[in-house]
């Protein structure tokens, strides 16, 4: 008998005595084989940044001073090239091919008005829109046209009566970017003073900024206190809610003394005629922008240049990973206040994606999540640390049976050993009742950016913090 003969007869022999001791246990576990394999390839998903693009996600320069390590560059922009500074906006008639400007705030705004373009520069439509949150139930949207209309009234106005450096001192609400793009659109400087501050912090911001103009709502802005203490400022304009139209705000209070123009933003568009200001300005190129100016958290005054603040808005559009870049399919809700600059860049790239933007006057105030996305279902937000750790508390208080600590453990180490955002199940769906609910539609939520001051006194988040969070919202998050 040859080799081959011996080998199938052994083989024969092997086969029978496996087949002869199969029963119901062998069964099973062929079974549970099987089914684990097909599972496993079923289920298998590439991480969020495959390795391959860590390995490579930074190119070392070819050159480097002595005794220094190698400066690292994005592979997007590589050594000898210039740095990603600008938005490439391009002015009709330009073309295609050719690098275009940088930009500034104004042309954000135009981007608003004019919509998407595609490759070709050709409108597509898609246009933001503003939102403006009152309650839980009751969502206003506003007409960009309408906007157009109030930037050039107010800007025109101001302008007039000789103001030059603009207070802004308002919550988050459409008057707010109003007034920021008027001031770019007709020279002015915007300054942007914390909102809701004690009167000696406010007297303090506008002797440092050295302000003329006021813009601020009724109720809120003592003006019978800081224009004795600040005799510099000349004009006053009350922006006045729906409650507060049928009261006189023009009149300034006896005693207050000083010649100070008090009007009132509603005023100011409806005395105009209908046609006035629906058309943006004549913009000079040669002309230099003024400053925005801002504070930090410990009061000290910042100036930012247009150049800054397109720069920051062009570093956050392209940081983003592609598949995650912030669309005109989004909704972004800053939940912090945009007096701080971090948030406006951010509420300011949404606008020039074409993503719709909701505005909520409790942002920045309360720290409850669920209360400043009442009424709406964000994709985006922007939220505090401290925020986000009330978040996080409140959550992890609820998660405390087995069932929920279990589920946990395996969207945590999803998470973390296979870099993984945890998919929704049928054994994860035992605690989504637990999950946070944030926004009208719960699980649409799919980015946060946390903002952080430099000089801010507030506990950084941990990283387990973090992936915790990921897993409570099933958002990914940006810091």
């Not at 050039?152 to 308002?170: C, S």
């Not at 069932?403 to 870099?419: E, M, P």
């Not at 430099?454 to 998050?477: H, M, Q, V």
Request: net charge negative.
């Amino acid at each position: 008998m040859g080799f081959g003969d011996n080998l199938m007869l052994q083989l024969d022999e092997t086969v029978t005595g496996i087949l002869g001791q199969w029963d119901i246990y062998t069964t099973l576990i062929f079974v549970g084989i099987v089914t684990f394999f097909v599972w496993q390839v079923i289920s298998f998903r590439d991480p969020d940044a495959h390795p391959m693009l860590l390995a490579r996600q930074a190119q070392a320069s070819p050159v480097r001073n002595d005794g220094q390590s190698a400066v690292f560059r994005s592979h997007s922009s590589p050594h000898g090239m210039p740095l990603n500074s600008g938005l490439n906006v391009k002015d009709p008639g330009d073309s295609k091919w050719s690098r275009g400007r940088d930009g500034d705030l104004r042309d954000i705004w135009r981007k608003v008005v004019t919509g998407g373009l595609d490759q070709e520069g050709k409108e597509t439509g898609e246009k933001s829109r503003l939102l403006t949150i009152l309650g839980s139930e009751q969502v206003i949207e506003h007409d960009t046209a309408d906007i157009t209309r109030q930037i050039n009234l107010i800007g025109q106005h101001i302008k007039q009566n000789g103001g030059h450096n603009v207070a802004i001192y308002l919550p988050n609400s459409v008057e707010f970017l109003a007034t920021l793009f008027a001031c770019a659109f007709h020279d002015l400087t915007a300054i942007l003073v914390p909102y809701d501050q004690p009167v000696d912090k406010i007297i303090s911001l506008l002797q440092q900024s050295k302000a003329d103009t006021v813009v601020a709502p009724v109720g809120s802005f003592p003006f019978d206190i800081i224009n004795k203490s600040y005799p510099a400022l000349q004009q006053l304009i009350w922006v006045v809610d729906e409650g507060s139209k049928h009261m006189d705000w023009n009149e300034v209070p006896k005693g207050t003394g000083g010649p100070v123009n008090v009007s009132t933003w509603q005023e100011i568009v409806q005395d105009a005629t209908p046609t006035a200001g629906t058309e943006l300005p004549a913009v000079d190129r040669k002309s230099e922008l003024k400053k925005v100016v801002s504070f930090s958290s410990s009061g000290k005054l910042v100036e930012y240049g247009h150049a800054n603040i397109i720069a920051g808005i062009a570093g956050q559009l392209t940081s983003i990973p592609t598949v995650q870049r912030i669309t005109h399919a989004d909704l972004f809700l800053p939940v912090d206040s945009l007096s701080t600059m971090y948030p406006l860049v951010l509420t300011l790239s949404a606008l020039y994606s074409s993503a719709s933007v909701a505005l909520n006057s409790v942002a920045g105030k309360s720290p409850d999540l669920t209360l400043a996305t009442q009424g709406v279902a964000p994709t985006i937000i922007v939220a505090t640390p401290s925020t986000l750790e009330q978040l996080h508390s409140e959550t992890s208080a609820k998660m405390t049976s087995p069932i929920a600590q279990l589920v946990k453990w395996f969207q945590t180490r999803s998470l973390v050993q296979y870099g993984v955002m945890p998919a929704a199940t049928m054994f994860s769906g035992f605690v989504d009742s637990l999950r946070p609910i944030i926004g009208t539609t719960p699980g649409r939520l799919r980015l946060i950016f946390v903002s952080e001051q430099i000089d801010a006194k507030s506990k950084p988040l941990s990283s387990k913090t973090l992936s915790d969070l990921r897993i409570f919202t099933g958002a990914r998050i940006s810091r």
